[in-house]
């Protein structure tokens, strides 16, 4: 009797192995009906409810199949019903984005992952079976097609300012290949010239939905895409800020400059700021001073070299720097400005000097045309501001008003008195 027990148990799991192979195949079945109601022309309200009950159907029954251990010959063939009905599910979603009609971005977005992660199921499922692939081959070309679908969504999602969504859309494309290993080999998945400006709007999503690591993770990517590489250094630096991670937005900003002296001059006097501050004026000079290394000639290196020898009030070094970067650029008037200040201020210490000291008429004389003399060469880099600006009077009408007191210019002086207002 015992034996007889046993002997039915055994029949009776024999009996249900194949049971969840047929519904699979039941469930293909319902899903070529989809298939066919989908093809029909101007389908009619019952149609279409007939087509949305089929789909609910099919759905039902496949669900289980994928999980059960029962499922043995038909699985692969299971994966590949589920995405084509998530397929079937999109379709229409999609539709309305090409005939620029309202959609539902985010069940069109879960349809797209849905089917794309069941066909790199089956994938993995014929792999292990050692057999010529079936599904596959065709699922190949639907996997590769839907990357562009994904960046779709993550731009929609970004419109609607739903940035972690859009942001998770834009990584799901930017790990593509590693994710969906069917294409992981297919040129136009790995090379696609898209990457650095897919790699910007996962970096820009990521920023607005405060995913820092995330934003992090794509940086070196997205400073591939030239348009925006500006921006994407702009990104990466606020993101520290934003943390609070001085050292790392010193470091990086730093970096910026150094690989691209010119090109970030903002972020470099952002830094050389940063020192200033703290009143580190050799940690100032030393980044300077690197930036020189790479570029002799860098505008915004001698510049900025200059402000750190003139906050040391080594005035006369300063000058040749700011004068150099003139030299680089005969527009950048906060050079002339600068070398002009560093003329006016030895001439004011000069005479600041002279305060107290006994000399006679000559020696006094004598001492004043030095003064004199600063204040002289402090002019022309100042008449050059007035040229390259002339609309910003509040910038240097004030200190050419005081080189022509010095100097004993009272038309010029009240010339720069009537600019100012007074």
């Given at each position: 009797m015992?034996?007889?027990?046993?002997?039915?148990?055994?029949?009776?799991?024999?009996?249900?192995?194949?049971a969840?192979?047929?519904?699979?195949?039941?469930?293909?079945?319902?899903k070529?009906?989809?298939?066919?109601?989908?093809?029909?022309?101007?389908r009619?309200?019952?149609?279409?409810?007939?087509?949305?009950?089929?789909?609910?159907?099919?759905?039902?029954?496949?669900?289980?199949?994928?999980?059960?251990?029962?499922?043995?010959?038909?699985?692969?063939?299971?994966?590949?019903?589920?995405?084509?009905?998530?397929?079937?599910?999109?379709?229409?979603?999609?539709?309305?984005?090409?005939?620029?009609q309202?959609?539902?971005?985010l069940?069109?977005?879960?349809?797209?992952?849905?089917a794309?992660?069941?066909?790199?199921?089956?994938?993995?499922?014929?792999?292990a079976?050692?057999?010529?692939?079936i599904?596959?081959?065709?699922?190949?070309?639907?996997?590769?097609?839907?990357?562009?679908?994904?960046?779709?969504?993550?731009?929609m999602?970004?419109?609607?300012q739903?940035y972690?969504?859009?942001?998770?859309?834009?990584?799901l494309?930017?790990?593509?290949?590693?994710?969906?290993?069917l294409?992981?080999n297919?040129?136009?998945?790995?090379q696609?010239?898209?990457?650095?400006?897919?790699?910007?709007?996962?970096?820009?999503?990521?920023?607005?939905?405060?995913?820092?690591?995330?934003?992090?993770?794509?940086?070196?990517?997205?400073?591939?895409?030239?348009?925006?590489?500006?921006n994407?250094?702009?990104?990466?630096?606020?993101?520290?800020?934003?943390?609070?991670?001085?050292?790392?937005?010193?470091?990086?900003?730093?970096d910026?400059?150094?690989?691209?002296?010119?090109?970030?001059?903002?972020?470099?006097?952002?830094?050389?700021?940063?020192?200033?501050?703290?009143?580190?004026?050799?940690?100032?000079?030393?980044?300077t001073?690197?930036?020189?290394?790479?570029?002799?000639?860098?505008?915004i290196?001698n510049?900025?070299?200059g402000?750190?020898?003139?906050?040391?009030?080594?005035?006369q070094?300063?000058?040749?720097?700011?004068?150099?970067?003139?030299?680089?650029?005969?527009?950048?008037s906060d050079?002339?400005?600068?070398?002009?200040?560093?003329?006016?201020?030895?001439?004011?210490d000069?005479?600041?000097?002279?305060?107290?000291?006994?000399?006679?008429?000559?020696?006094?004389?004598?001492?004043?045309?030095?003064?004199?003399?600063?204040?002289?060469?402090?002019?022309?880099?100042?008449?050059k501001?007035?040229e390259?600006?002339?609309?910003?009077?509040?910038?240097w009408?004030?200190?050419?008003?005081?080189?022509?007191?010095?100097?004993?210019?009272?038309?010029?002086?009240?010339?720069?008195?009537?600019?100012?207002?007074?």
């Open positions: 015992k034996k007889l027990i046993c002997a039915l148990a055994l029949l009776a799991a024999v009996t249900t192995l194949p969840q192979d047929k519904i699979v195949k039941k469930a293909r079945a319902i070529d009906e989809v298939q066919n109601l989908i093809a029909t022309p101007n009619n309200d019952k149609q279409n409810a007939e087509l949305q009950t089929k789909l609910a159907q099919a759905f039902e029954m496949i669900t289980p199949t994928l999980t059960s251990p029962e499922t043995k010959k038909e699985l692969a063939n299971a994966w590949d019903v589920k995405a084509q009905l998530h397929k079937y599910s999109f379709s229409p979603l999609l539709d309305n984005i090409i005939n620029k309202e959609t539902d971005t069940q069109l977005y879960t349809h797209i992952v849905a794309l992660d069941a066909m790199e199921e089956c994938y993995k499922v014929e792999q079976s050692g057999k010529e692939p599904f596959s081959k065709v699922n190949q070309l639907d996997v590769t097609r839907f990357r562009q679908y994904i960046a779709y969504c993550g731009q999602f970004f419109t609607n739903q972690s969504k859009a942001a998770e859309a834009f990584s494309w930017m790990q593509y290949p590693q994710r969906y290993t294409v992981a297919e040129p136009s998945v790995t696609d010239e898209n990457t650095p400006q897919i790699a910007y709007f996962t970096c820009l999503a990521s920023y607005f939905a405060k995913d820092y690591p995330n934003l992090f993770k794509y940086i070196p990517q997205a400073k591939a895409y030239e348009q925006e590489k500006d994407i250094n702009q990104l990466q630096l606020s993101a520290y800020i934003e943390q609070g991670d001085t050292a790392s937005w010193l470091q990086t900003g730093k910026i400059v150094l690989e691209d002296p010119n090109g970030n001059e903002g972020i470099a006097q952002n830094v050389l700021a940063y020192y200033f501050n703290r009143g580190d004026f050799a940690t100032a000079l030393a980044f001073e690197e930036i020189l290394s790479n570029d002799a000639d860098s505008r290196g510049y900025s070299k402000l750190v020898l003139m906050n040391n009030k080594d005035y070094n300063a000058i040749t720097f700011f004068d150099k970067a003139a030299e680089t650029d005969p527009t950048f050079a002339y400005y600068n070398a002009g200040v560093c003329y006016s201020n030895i001439g004011y000069l005479n600041e000097k002279l305060s107290g000291k006994t000399m006679t008429a000559t020696q006094n004389k004598a001492e004043i045309e030095k003064v004199k003399a600063q204040y002289a060469k402090a002019e022309p880099y100042f008449v501001v007035q390259l600006e002339p609309t910003n009077s509040d910038k009408a004030s200190r050419l008003r005081t080189v022509y007191y010095i100097l004993g210019n009272k038309a010029k002086e009240k010339e720069m008195s009537t600019l100012l207002g007074e």
